[in-house]
T-cell receptor, first 113, second 113 residues
Framework: EPEVTQTPSHQVTQMGQEVILRCVPI?????FYWYRQILGQKVEFLVS????????KSEIFDDQFSVERPDGSNFTLKIRSTKLEDSAMYFC???????????FGDGTRLSIL | GEDVEQSLFLSVREGDSSVINCTYT??????LYWYKQEPGAGLQLLTY?????DMKQDQRLTVLLNKKDKHLSLRIADTQTGDSAIYFC?????????????FGTGTRLQVTL
């Protein structure tokens, strides 16, 4: 069964450094998402992406965050200058329809020191 | 309120049925979802129900939807130790092109022998 893959599984970064989280969505999907889950808390929406542009973003997704689909397969989340509070599990998801089921990757655990 | 609400914890004996409840907020949600998260793992799409349905059965899983009360439940028949995990309900919010999922707080299901 097709699946969403994320790399790396764990990223440790110094505060203030840039980090790029990578995702390969399911190949025929057109809608892409990033969510995050701070330890012990619920999953929160960050951003959705369709047709090479951001469809919606949350308050969390400030100017330090950006997303890109650099080629036909990858979908990336960049955090320019990481803060301690960015430490979380980041999940990528994709769907074939705008309101349809979203399939999630296994996540990248981001630890900011 | 704005939150999707779930009880935090449920303990059942192996072989019994589990019922996990959720109260959602957006009456215009087209789909409602159940995700399973095992320790240290990603979000696995378990099942979902379209908003014009009252019930959906998928092997050991039964989803019930009460739109009037905005209440969603997941019943797991013959619960096994492998069902131990956190279960999240989620609603689609927004009628935009790529609609976001809003997750509940999650219910930790513990299955005892």
């Amino acid at each position: 069964e097709p699946e969403v893959t994320q790399t790396p599984s764990h990223q440790v970064t110094q505060m203030g450094q840039e980090v790029i989280l990578r995702c390969v969505p399911i190949s025929n999907h057109l809608y892409f998402y990033w969510y995050r889950q701070i330890l012990g808390q619920k999953v929160e929406f960050l951003v959705s992406f369709y047709n090479n542009e951001i469809s919606e973003k949350s308050e969390i997704f400030d100017d330090q965050f950006s997303v890109e689909r650099p080629d036909g397969s990858n979908f990336t989340l960049k955090i320019r200058s990481t803060k301690l509070e960015d430490s979380a599990m980041y999940f990528c998801a994709s769907s074939g329809e705008g309101q349809g089921p979203q399939h999630f990757g296994d996540g990248t655990r981001l630890s900011i020191l | 309120g704005e939150d999707v609400e779930q009880s935090l914890f449920l303990s059942v004996r192996e072989g019994d049925s589990s019922v996990i409840n959720c109260t959602y907020t957006d009456s215009s949600s087209t789909y409602l979802y159940w995700y399973k998260q095992e320790p240290g793992a990603g979000l696995q799409l378990l099942t979902y129900i379209f908003s014009n349905m009252d019930m959906k059965q998928d092997q050991r899983l039964t989803v019930l939807l009460n739109k009037k009360d905005k209440h969603l439940s997941l019943r797991i028949a013959d619960t096994q130790t492998g069902d131990s995990a956190i279960y999240f309900c989620a609603e689609i919010r927004g009628g935009g092109t790529a609609s976001k999922l809003t997750f509940g707080t999650g219910t930790r299901l513990q299955v005892t022998l």
